[in-house]
C-alpha cells in the first residue's frame, strides 16, 4: 500500500506502509498530519489512516488534489502585483518618452539654428527640450497611464494565477 501525506501544506509521497510508520517513530510525520490512500474518499488524519485496514490494490489512482491558496490571497496577489506592475511600467514609459522626445526636439532645436559649439548646442537642446515637455508633457503622462493600465493587469494577472508563485502551484 501506498500512502500520501499532507505535510505544511505540502505534499509528500507516495510512501509503503512501513516507511510511514517509520517516519511516524522518527518524528517526521505526527498522528494529525493529513494521509490519503486508494479506497479512502478524502485525506484524513494520519493516525486514523494508519489505524484502519488499507484494501489492498494493485494499480494506485493519483490522489485528491491537495488544498490550494484561497482565492483571497490570489486577488490580493495580482492587486500588488498590479500596483507594482503599474508604476514601473509607468515610469519607464513616461520617462523614455520624455528622453527620446526631448532628446529629438533639442537635437533638432540646435541643427535648426546652427548653434555653435558645445555651450551654445546645450543651451538651445535644453530651451528645446523644455518646450516640448510643455507641449507633450500632458499628453505623455496620459499615454503613459493608459499604456500602464493595459500592460499591468495583464502582467499581474498572468505572475498570480499561474504557477510562478509557489503556493499557487496545482498540487
Known amino acids: ?4 501525506v499532507l505535510k505544511n501544506n505540502v505534499q509528500v509521497g507516495p510512501f ?3 516507511d510511514v510508520r517509520a517516519r511516524l ?3 517526521e510525520f505526527t498522528n494529525a498530519d493529513l494521509a ?3 479506497g479512502i474518499a478524502d485525506w484524513a488524519p494520519l493516525g486514523q489512516v494508519l489505524g484502519g485496514a488499507p484494501p489492498a490494490v494493485s ?3 493519483a490522489p485528491p488534489a491537495a488544498p490550494q491558496a484561497p482565492i483571497v490571497a490570489r486577488i490580493v496577489t495580482a492587486v500588488v502585483l498590479f500596483v507594482i506592475f503599474f508604476v514601473v511600467i509607468y515610469f519607464v514609459v513616461a520617462m523614455l518618452c520624455f528622453m527620446v522626445g526631448g532628446g529629438i526636439a533639442g537635437a533638432r532645436a540646435a541643427a535648426d539654428t ?3 559649439g558645445f555651450n551654445q548646442g546645450y543651451s538651445v537642446g535644453q530651451q528645446a527640450g523644455m518646450q516640448f515637455r510643455h507641449d507633450w508633457g500632458r499628453i505623455i503622462v496620459f499615454g503613459s497611464a493608459l499604456f500602464s493600465l493595459v500592460t499591468a493587469p495583464l502582467a499581474a494577472g498572468l505572475t498570480a494565477f ?3 508563485l509557489p503556493w499557487c502551484r496545482k498540487r
Do not use: R, V
Not at 500500500?1 to 500520501?4: E, K, L, N, R, V
Open 59 to 61: 494499480d494506485w489512482p
Open 1 to 4: 500500500m501506498q500512502i500520501y
Open 114 to 116: 546652427n548653434a555653435q
Open 25 to 27: 517513530q522518527q518524528g
Open 36 to 38: 490519503w490512500h486508494d
Open 162 to 164: 499561474s504557477n510562478l
Open 16 to 18: 509503503p506502509l512501513e
